[in-house]
């Protein structure tokens, strides 16, 4: 009876079944036939969809090299079919179409299968042929799965059949099928996954590359080892089915593959796994692309050409130079963290322990298990974390891959504020093109952050020029004008105080202001941002740093006198802007990385460098961003910099700018520049400038809290560096000096202590400085001459620390400091006012200060408030 019953059901079944069958295939034929009768005459007019390939578009250098190319979500290179090896092609054809060379397009069997799996629930393969695949890929939307799709995928199919020969359709479609992440073809995957060309494929990596075509997810080799090995062990027994190779060479190539396979590599997309001589700049491009293309434009298919400013050579060294550098800085940041660490460990933690112990504090005593607990957790994702994600891919245990991810999530929160990472951009002084950058440490999904032109930093002492240019401007201040270096009292303009430090608290007493810039002294920087205002200096920055936008200006520049120590946020491609300028006479330079772009067939579609030189010739002051003469004053003080100050050492006090000719001659090219180094030692910074190039290199972190601590400062970390890579660059190139104005500048001869001209008696050295025509001194020096007005025993010249205590009386008429607000200081509240007697005006040229008063008779010694100082 059980029998009868299922006889009857397995009856039933396969009359509906044929019925269906029947239904579907009247359906399928009505619909080619109105599809047909939509498109008469089309064998004769041969009216067929053509289509254009996307291809991807080429990132070129200045010399018209390669730097890389973008087609992110469709890497695809094509492929003649003549050149592939037969086992691939076998391969193809083993797994996805053995009857392909003998169907129309269609096969009913491969259809029949296909829906019988769907109505049983089995997965017994698609019923697609190689062509409907392709005709479905090219002419259709094979993310929808129905019927109309279906009808459409088979009726291009035909038309694909009738219109090509039968490898031009295997070709087209070993072309254009997606393979995995971001890439489209056999040889775009190859190179994805194996790293060679596929005329280069093993019978191992064919099959591989075969079970891609049906998920390319599930089966990815990367991801998932274990069922990528199922899957080609499948495809490899298919091919020994039908004879395309012997279980011999499959076992063989099997066991190779595996045996070389680089369990520790990662999926990711194509795009990030590209070959790119320059990540950082590529990605710089791209984003710049983006807000240039409009229309249906798309850099990722049609196939243009993006011709750049990059020089190759200058991108490689800088490369170079920047790995050792960060390199460096981790290792001594690494180090210095441990000693301090561990000095605190010996040092207080045993005390911590034993008060709470005593005094039964528990949540004091837990401060001790917390660090152990830390010291694990960095032992555990640094250390272990990387074997258990090998483990996890390698045996598959999806959970454990799970736990490994979180565990990578915890370190990279953690490295953002402990590892060092820099920056550097390098622009051409009169073009303004981009030759070099580098925006951090390595280029990847994880680290995307272009800290040359993104990055919101502190500048900090490399700020001071900006300012110091518009001082030379109001005709108060010149290169030679004498300033005090001294513990002084700033008052901001809501009336709080701020005192100023110098670096390791040391002063120098009277200096002249290039030598002030040079050692990157802080008093008597703010000196001069007082005695011109807070709006001169503002609106000179946002000159020379490109803003505009008045709101912008109110963000960037707090009106304190922490901004003239370079607290403020910008990004080194501005501060470059700003020193190139001075470099280049005072006209603007804008920083360009694309110069223009031609399509597929060589047509200029976008002409930017065009377009800035257009917008350069419209701008206000025809370019000058400030005069001539003024680039040149500032020049000659920063040069000043490279030749005895802070930038010295970083530059081999000027040999690293010494060349030699074809014929042997020494020259040295002349180099200016600054450096910086910011609150806490947590940004060092280096910028400067040939008549040829600007350089801005910086490091510190992305997250603000760390120190890279004293060792690693300006003058220390990114000087070097910047000299090196300067060196590199300026290899070949021929003498070049900076252009002076034919008027405007007097040179002058002075002394290099009072500033004023030199006479015999003065000992002490002598200066050559520029200075604008009508602010040259005039007057002789008075502290080496016979009838001097201020003694030149009355000066303190070596420096003297805060720590040691200030006698005031010994300082009277030597020594000022400005007006004080005692009403809201009140550390200085107990000062007697009626004291104070106002200093006789200095007379020397250029340093007439009326607001300077001393403390005659007070026996006031002031106690300076503790402070973190500002370096260099």
């Known amino acids: 009876m059980v029998h009868k019953g299922a006889s009857f059901i397995s009856k039933l079944f396969t009359r509906i079944l044929g019925a269906f069958t029947i239904i579907m295939a009247v359906t399928i034929g009505i ?10 005459n089309i064998k004769n007019q041969e009216d067929f969809v053509e289509f254009t390939p996307a291809l991807p578009t080429k990132i070129l250098d200045i010399h018209g090299a390669l730097i890389t190319e973008f087609s992110a979500d469709e890497k695809r290179e094509l492929v003649s079919l003549n050149d592939l090896p037969r086992h691939l092609i076998n391969a193809v054809l083993s797994r996805e179409d053995p009857d392909f060379y003998n169907h129309k397009g269609f096969s009913i069997r491969g259809i029949l299968r296909a829906f019988y799996g769907q109505l049983t629930g089995q997965n017994l393969g698609g019923g697609s042929t190689i062509t409907q695949q392709i005709a479905g890929t090219l002419y259709t939307d094979r993310t929808e799965k129905n019927l109309k799709r279906k009808i459409w995928e088979l009726w291009w199919a035909l038309q694909m059949e009738r219109r090509y020969t039968k490898n031009e359709i295997l070709e087209l479609y070993l072309n254009y099928v997606y393979m995995g992440p971001g890439t489209f073809g056999v ?24 079970v891609q075509l049906s998920s390319p997810s599930r089966y990815n080799p990367l991801n998932n080892p274990n069922e990528a090995m199922d899957r080609q062990r499948f495809v490899l027994n298919r091919m020994i089915e039908f004879g395309y190779a012997t279980e011999e060479e499959a076992k063989a190539s099997f066991d190779e593959y595996w045996a070389n396979y680089d369990y520790t590599r990662a999926s990711v997309a194509a795009y990030y796994n590209r070959e790119d001589a320059a990540p950082w700049f590529s990605e710089y491009v791209r984003r710049e692309l983006e807000g240039m293309m409009y229309g249906n434009m798309d850099y990722y298919r049609d196939g243009y050409t993006v011709h750049t400013t990059l020089d190759l050579k200058h991108q490689e060294t800088a490369t170079a130079m920047m790995t050792q550098g960060l390199e460096k800085a981790n290792k001594e940041y690494a180090a210095s963290s441990k000693k301090r660490l561990d000095r605190a460990e010996e040092t207080y933690i045993p005390i911590v322990d034993l008060l709470s112990l005593y005094f039964d504090m528990e949540g004091v005593r837990s401060t001790s298990s917390a660090q152990h607990q830390q010291r694990t957790i960095n032992q555990y994702t640094k250390t272990l974390n990387p074997v258990i ?13 799970e736990i490994t991810t979180a565990g990578f999530d915890a370190l990279k929160s953690s490295t953002e504020q402990n590892v060092v990472e820099g920056a550097l951009i390098t622009i051409d002084n009169e073009t303004g093109y981009i030759t070099a950058l580098i925006g951090g440490s390595k280029y990847d999904e994880s680290n995307q952050l272009i800290r040359a032109t993104q990055g919101q930093v502190m500048p900090g002492s490399s700020f001071k020029p900006l300012y110091y240019s518009a001082a030379i401007d109001t005709r108060k201040f010149t290169a030679s004008s004498l300033i005090y270096d001294i513990p002084i009292v700033f008052h901001n303009e809501d009336g709080t105080p701020y005192i100023p430090l110098n670096f390791r608290g040391e002063w120098k007493g009277s200096v002249l202001l290039y030598y002030a810039l040079a050692h990157s002294m802080n008093v008597p920087s703010l000196k001069i941002l007082d005695g011109i205002g807070f709006d001169a200096a503002i609106e000179r920055a946002s000159a020379l740093l490109g803003i505009e936008d008045p709101d912008k200006k109110r963000r960037t520049f707090p009106r304190v006198y922490p901004m003239g120590l370079g607290i403020i946020s910008v990004a080194p491609i501005q501060i470059a802007r700003g020193f190139a300028v001075f470099a280049n006479q005072g006209r603007d330079v804008t920083p360009i990385a694309i110069r223009a772009v031609e399509d597929r067939n060589g047509r200029i579609v976008l002409d930017t460098e065009r377009d800035i030189r257009q917008r350069q010739k419209h701008l206000k002051n025809n370019g000058q961003v400030i005069s001539p003469q003024n680039a040149y004053v500032m020049t000659s003080i920063l040069k000043k910099t490279v030749e005895i100050g802070t930038l010295a050492n970083g530059a081999g006090w000027g040999s690293k700018f010494t060349f030699k000719d074809e014929k042997g001659n020494r020259y040295r090219i002349p180099a200016a520049g600054k450096t910086g180094t910011t609150q806490n030692w947590s940004d060092a910074w280096a910028v400067g400038y040939t008549p040829y190039y600007t350089t801005a290199i910086w490091f510190g972190f992305d997250k603000p809290g760390n120190s890279l601590g004293l060792s690693l400062t300006g003058s220390t970390l990114a000087g070097p560096i910047w000299g090196d890579f300067m060196r590199e660059i300026h290899q070949g190139l021929p003498m070049k ?20 001209l030199r006479t015999a008696a003065c000992k002490e050295g002598e200066v050559y400085l520029p200075f604008l025509e009508g602010t040259q001194p005039v007057q002789y020096c008075t502290i080496h001459g016979e009838n001097t007005s ?5 000066l303190r010249t070596g420096p003297f620390e805060i720590g040691s205590g200030l006698d005031i009386d010994s300082l009277t008429n030597e020594l000022s400091m400005p007006v004080l607000r005692l009403d809201l200081s009140d550390t200085l509240s107990s000062v007697n006012r009626e004291n104070w007697e106002p200093l006789p005006p200095n007379n020397s040229e250029g340093n007439n200060d009326p607001e300077l008063f001393s403390f005659p008779d007070s026996g006031y010694e002031p106690e300076l408030p503790a402070y973190n100082p500002l370096l260099e």
Do not use: M, N, W
């Open 737 to 756: 000096d900076f252009v002076k104005p034919s008027s405007g500048i007097i040179e002058v001869s002075v002394c290099a202590k009072s500033g004023l």
């Open 790 to 794: 201020l003694s030149p025993t009355g």
């Open 31 to 40: 619909g080619l036939g109105l599809s047909l009768a939509a498109t008469a």
């Open 187 to 210: 040889e775009a995957a190859s190179k994805y996954f194996f790293g060679h060309s596929a005329r280069e494929i093993t019978l191992a990596e064919a099959a591989v590359l075969v």
């Open 389 to 401: 994600d090998l483990l996890s891919l390698s045996l598959g245990i999806q959970d454990l891959k």
